[in-house]
């Protein structure tokens, strides 16, 4: 993607080919972050939001949440004027009395793109990614499209070529039977239920992996966790069939990037070393190369760094976070972990 391209950006258009997986602030921060170290790189994005917009799109036209896929765009934007007005349009919601009410511009910008492309495509029209190559997912073709306009520092693809729903087993969502287990279904259901999750799983249990996701994770050199909400945007690509058995094979090296706080409604009371056991009941078969951690929110390192040792991997503690308090990762320094890491 040239068009727009920052000048002098930092990032090495012959760096390490990553992926970095999620949705939501939790995948925007890891790719405001990796897109100041490589060009090549790939953000493999959750479809699993029913809420606000994107669930309203969702219901309405039968589409792939947009939502997600339109932060993981906005953040790979430039930091040049063009970039930043772009991703300040994207990022765009309208206020009104209206239908509108609330709609973010990317998410129709990118469903327009897709009607568009698939209307083309079933009058045996080819389709053809930002840069002219041919690809046969008008969904692929429409974000491919969107990233060039927004002169996007790498590729945003979906996780599955269906919408998904998250399936949780919640204890004690109901106050008066603390001990029972209840199925909770929906990704806002999932994060606003009281209670604790204890494993998620999905609606299709055997949904299409998108093909050009699949083959960016085998053909990747590093593959990045994390970090995000747990439950709804970290954990769900392990159970896609797929998706999981390539994360599993890939010669890429894996990285966990912890976050800095428990996510209410998800991982209240978690420590660092939960969300690592919770991974690996997820996926046994996973393997990490090297967690990532706030050496400012972990107050058990040697129980963290067991965790990490048990799943294979390596504990990195650094200074990650922002300076203001709040628990957001600062993306200059996790640019500069994920070098350290990149290097050693």
């Known amino acids: 993607m040239s068009d727009g391209r920052a000048a002098g950006a930092a990032a090495d258009p012959s760096g390490p080919r990553v992926v970095a997986l999620g949705g939501g602030h939790g995948l925007y921060a890891s790719l405001s972050a990796l897109r100041r170290v490589t060009d090549r790189l790939c953000a493999v994005v959750t479809v699993a939001d029913d809420g606000g917009s994107s669930g309203r799109l969702r219901r309405e036209l039968g589409v792939l949440p947009p939502g997600d896929l339109r932060m993981a765009l906005a953040a790979l934007c430039g930091d040049d004027e063009w970039g930043r007005t772009w991703r300040d349009v994207v990022q765009h919601r309208f206020r009104s009395e209206g239908a509108l009410h609330e709609h973010a511009v990317g998410n129709l910008l990118i469903v327009a793109l897709w009607e568009l492309l698939g209307a083309q495509a079933l009058t045996g029209g080819g389709l053809a990614d930002g840069a002219g190559a041919p690809v046969t997912?008008?969904?692929?073709?429409?974000?491919?499209?969107?990233?060039?306009?927004?002169?996007?520092?790498?590729?945003?693809?979906?996780?599955?070529?269906?919408?998904?729903?998250?399936?949780?087993?919640?204890r004690g969502a109901d106050p008066a039977a603390p001990d029972a287990v209840t199925e909770v279904k929906g990704q806002v259901a999932c994060a606003k239920t009281p209670g604790k999750v204890l494993s998620v799983s999905l609606v299709p249990s055997d949904p299409p992996a998108c093909p050009e996701a699949v083959r960016a994770?085998?053909?990747?050199?590093?593959?990045?966790?994390?970090p995000g909400s747990w439950f709804t945007s970290v954990l769900p690509h392990l159970k896609v069939p797929e998706l999981a058995r390539a994360l599993t094979e890939t010669k890429a090296r894996r990285i966990v990037a912890l976050n800095l706080a428990p996510q209410p409604g998800e991982t209240d009371d978690f420590s660092p070393q939960t969300h690592l056991e919770v991974l690996q009941d997820h996926a046994p078969d996973l393997r990490v190369d090297v967690v990532v951690a706030d050496r400012g929110v972990v107050d058990d390192p040697a129980a963290l760094d067991k965790a990490v040792q048990d799943l294979g991997g390596r504990l990195l503690l650094a200074d990650v976070a922002a300076d203001d308090g709040s628990p957001r990762h600062d993306p200059a320094r996790l640019a500069q972990a994920f070098v350290k890491i990149f290097r050693e």
């Open 217 to 226: 994770v085998e053909e990747a050199d590093w593959v990045v966790f994390g």
């Open 137 to 170: 997912d008008p969904t692929v073709a429409g974000l491919d499209w969107v990233g060039r306009l927004l002169g996007a520092h790498g590729r945003v693809l979906p996780m599955a070529s269906v919408p998904l729903d998250i399936v949780a087993q919640v």
